[in-house]
């Protein structure tokens, strides 16, 4: 069964650091694996998708990577600020879902940013 | 575009009421999803269409029915209200299951 780990739980850091997320899956057979952003009482929103094939993909100060074999993805946020303090949420479709398209999700990790 | 909309936005129920809630999207996807998110437990998937007519059960069904009569149109229901469905419950879709858009969400309390 897969499951998807996201250490640490928590993480707060000073404005202007760069830094990274971690997110684990136990099953490499994956169809590819997507990042989202949940700020408090609101919805998920899609920051970077990265398919199976891909190694990483990158909007504006975010940087996802993708290394199948090890079952790791990192999500990093260059130059951090204030506005992006939120919980950060991976979630990975697996390659035999058919084309249902079906996510399993990490717990999040909740990140701060103090000015 | 409106993207994903969730109706409505808070609801309390008493046990043993029953309540419809309604998800639409107007980006002519194909496969909508209706998860769970609670403490500790993270997002977990309730049932799923993969098209007009199309339903399925996910990680979490019993307690909950879904219809998909309309392809932008997803209904999730909750015949008999237990306190163990008091959640926040998110609607999603996808374009033939790929990156998944995702609604503001729905707050349930059931006292």
């Known amino acids: 069964k897969q499951e998807v780990t996201q250490i640490p739980a928590a993480l707060s850091v000073p404005e202007g650091e760069n830094l990274v997320l971690n997110c684990s899956f136990t099953d490499s057979a994956i169809y590819n694996l997507q990042w989202f952003r949940q700020d408090p009482g609101k919805g998920l929103t899609s920051l970077l998708l990265i398919q199976s094939s891909q190694r990483e993909q990158t909007s504006g100060r975010l940087n996802a990577s993708l290394d199948k074999s090890s079952g790791r993805s990192t999500l990093y946020i260059a130059a951090s600020q204030p506005g992006d303090s939120a919980t950060y949420l991976c979630?990975?479709?697996?390659?035999?879902?058919?084309?249902?398209?079906?996510?399993?999700f990490g717990q999040g990790t909740t990140l701060q940013v103090k000015p | 575009n409106a993207g994903v909309t969730q109706t409505p936005k808070f609801r309390v129920l008493k046990t043993g009421q029953s309540m419809t809630l309604l998800c639409a999207q107007d980006m002519n996807h194909e496969y909508m999803y209706w998860y769970r998110q609670d403490p500790g437990m993270g997002l977990r998937l309730i049932h799923y269409s993969v098209g007009e007519g199309t339903t399925a059960k996910g990680e979490v069904p019993d307690g909950y029915n879904v219809s998909r009569l309309k392809k932008q149109n997803f209904l999730l229901g909750l015949e008999s209200a237990a306190p163990s469905q008091t959640s926040v419950y998110f609607c999603?879709?996808?374009?033939?299951?790929?990156?998944?858009?995702f609604g503001p969400g729905t707050r349930l309390t059931v006292t």
């Open positions: 979630a990975v479709r697996l390659s035999g879902s058919g084309n249902t398209g079906k996510l399993i």
């Open positions: 999603a879709s996808s374009y033939l299951g790929n990156e998944q858009y």
